[in-house]
C-alpha cells in the first residue's frame, strides 16, 4: 500500500505570494492533518481534516487555510507569504473510522514533507 | 492543558549501550501515546504507540517503551543502541476524552550515538 505523499517535495517563493501544497492519503484514510516544523518552533499543528470538514484547528492566522476533497486528498493554502512561513510542512493521515485494524486507527502516518523557502 | 515534554534535547549514547529517551505528558483523560523518528530531510516515521493494556510496548527496530500512570511518563528505550539509530525522536499524546483529535508532540529530542 502506498504511504502518504505529497507535492511539491520543494518550493521557492517570495514574500506576499501565496502558496498550494497538497497530500495524498494513505488509500482508506479519512483523515488528514497538517503541522508546520521549523528548527525554533518543533513541531506545530495546523489543522485536521476528516470527511471534508475541518475538525480541528491550530493556532495559526487565518492566511493559513486548508480543504479535503471526496477522496480524502487534502490541500494547504498559505497566502500573503511572510518570511517565517519557511518551514518544512508535514501530512499526516489516519484511518479513523476508515480501512485498517482497530489498533491503528489512532496512529499518525506521515509524508515526507514540503520544505517551503520564502525569500 | 494537554501538553508533551522532553526534557533532553539531546542524548548521546556510545554504540552498544543502551538508550533512553524521555517523554512526560499531560492529558485530561486517558492518553494515546506515541513515538516517531525522524531522519534528516525526512518525514516522521512511526515507531510504536500504546493505547490500552500492556505497559511495556515493543516498536519497530528494536524499540521499545513503557507506560507509566503514575509518573505520567512514555519513555522510550532500546537494549543496545546502534549508529544507524541517530535521528530526532518526537513523542506525542491524544486524549481522547476531551473530545478534541489533536495530536501534541514534544520538541523532539536529537540521539546521537557514537560509534
Known amino acids: 500500500k502506498a504511504g502518504v505523499t505529497q507535492t511539491p517535495r520543494y518550493l521557492i517563493k517570495t514574500r506576499g505570494q501565496q502558496v498550494t501544497l497538497s497530500c495524498s492519503p494513505i488509500?482508506?484514510?479519512?483523515?488528514v492533518s497538517w503541522y508546520q516544523q521549523t528548527p525554533g518552533q518543533g513541531l506545530q499543528f495546523l489543522f485536521e481534516?476528516?470527511?471534508?470538514?475541518?475538525?480541528n484547528k491550530g493556532n495559526f492566522p487565518g492566511r493559513f487555510s486548508g480543504r479535503q476533497f471526496s477522496n480524502s486528498r487534502s490541500e494547504m493554502n498559505v497566502s500573503t507569504l511572510e518570511l517565517g512561513d519557511s518551514a518544512l510542512y508535514l501530512c499526516?493521515?489516519?484511518?479513523?473510522?476508515?480501512?485498517?485494524?482497530?489498533?491503528?486507527?489512532?496512529?499518525?502516518?506521515f509524508g515526507p514533507g514540503t520544505r517551503l523557502l520564502v525569500l | 492543558a494537554q501538553s508533551v515534554a522532553q526534557p533532553e534535547d539531546q542524548v548521546n549514547v556510545a554504540e552498544g549501550n543502551p538508550l533512553t529517551v524521555k517523554c512526560t505528558y499531560s492529558v485530561s483523560g486517558n492518553p494515546y501515546l506515541f513515538w516517531y523518528v525522524q531522519y534528516p530531510n525526512r518525514g516522521l516515521q512511526f515507531l510504536l504507540k500504546y493505547i490500552t493494556g500492556d505497559n511495556l510496548v515493543k516498536g519497530s527496530y528494536g524499540f521499545e517503551a513503557e507506560f507509566n500512570k503514575s509518573q505520567t511518563s512514555f519513555h522510550l528505550k532500546k537494549p543496545s543502541a546502534l549508529v544507524s539509530d541517530s535521528a530526532l525522536y518526537f513523542c506525542a499524546v491524544r486524549d481522547i476524552s476531551a473530545g478534541t483529535y489533536k495530536y501534541i508532540f514534544g520538541t523532539g529530542t536529537r540521539l546521537k550515538v557514537l560509534a
Open positions: 488509500s482508506g484514510h479519512r483523515s
Open positions: 499526516a493521515s489516519t484511518p479513523l473510522g476508515g480501512q485498517g485494524a482497530a489498533g491503528d486507527q489512532e496512529t499518525q502516518y
Open positions: 481534516y476528516f470527511s471534508e470538514t475541518q475538525r
